[in-house]
């Protein structure tokens, strides 16, 4: 079983719709977790942090279940500009702050 | 501007032959790490170094080599040995408790 465990999609939506991922993980010593995107041959960037009371950051939401060792990120109102890979990262406090990254899922956002 | 470079974007190896990647910051950052992205697949972390004159092995840091000599400098080699060294290549480093990592901009390297 892998460590993070991601829908790879992809994820085909209009503009203006409200989608949403699920990561699952499996180390339940995990400490931090974050949703990081990644564009077409680019670098990963931090899209959020996930904290336990759930989080927001304009049209993105992030919650965290501890208990079922489950993530989410929810994007409302899809803008074309939010296609990408969105990268499902737990970092377990092991290996000098190891982060273990998901394989991604695929959003495409059409017109 | 603060940041994570690495060089060269583009990277052409031939068989039996050893290439180094290069990775700078001039964040202040202790920690670097290297991560290699294959299509379909999650970072795997090849070597970190959490500080000046030490590093660890990762997960996959079979026929690679680093070293960190200096702070702002974590250059990876890819020896003869990796068999399958075709792959996107990926340096971070890392501000301390309370954060993450953050990427540089990565390096393609190709086998010809």
């Known amino acids: 079983r892998k460590e993070v465990e991601q829908d790879p999609g992809p994820f085909n939506v209009p503009e203006g719709a409200t989608v949403a991922f699920n990561c699952t993980y499996s180390?339940?010593?995990?400490?931090?977790f974050f949703w990081y995107r990644q564009d077409c041959r680019k670098e990963p960037k931090l899209l959020m942090s996930v904290y336990s009371s759930g989080n927001e950051d304009g049209r993105f939401t992030a919650q965290l279940n501890r208990a079922s060792q489950y993530i989410s990120l929810l994007i409302r109102d899809s803008k074309l500009s939010d296609s990408a890979t969105y990268l499902c990262v737990v970092n377990a406090m092991e290996y000098g702050n190891k982060l273990v990254f998901g394989a991604g899922t695929i959003l495409r956002v059409k017109s | 501007d603060g940041g994570i470079t690495q060089s060269p974007k583009y990277l052409f190896r031939k068989e039996g032959q050893n290439v180094t990647l290069s990775c700078e910051q001039n964040l202040n950052h202790d920690a670097m790490y290297w991560y290699r992205q294959d299509p379909g697949q999650g970072l795997r972390l090849i070597y970190y170094s959490q500080i000046v004159n030490d590093f660890q092995k990762g997960d996959i840091a079979e026929g690679y080599s680093v070293s960190r000599e200096k702070k702002e400098s974590f250059p990876l080699t890819v020896t003869s040995a990796q068999k399958n060294p075709t792959a996107f290549y990926l340096c971070a480093s890392y501000p301390g408790i309370g954060e993450t990592q953050y990427f540089g901009p990565g390096t393609r390297l190709l086998v010809l």
């Open positions: 180390n339940s010593a995990s400490q931090s």
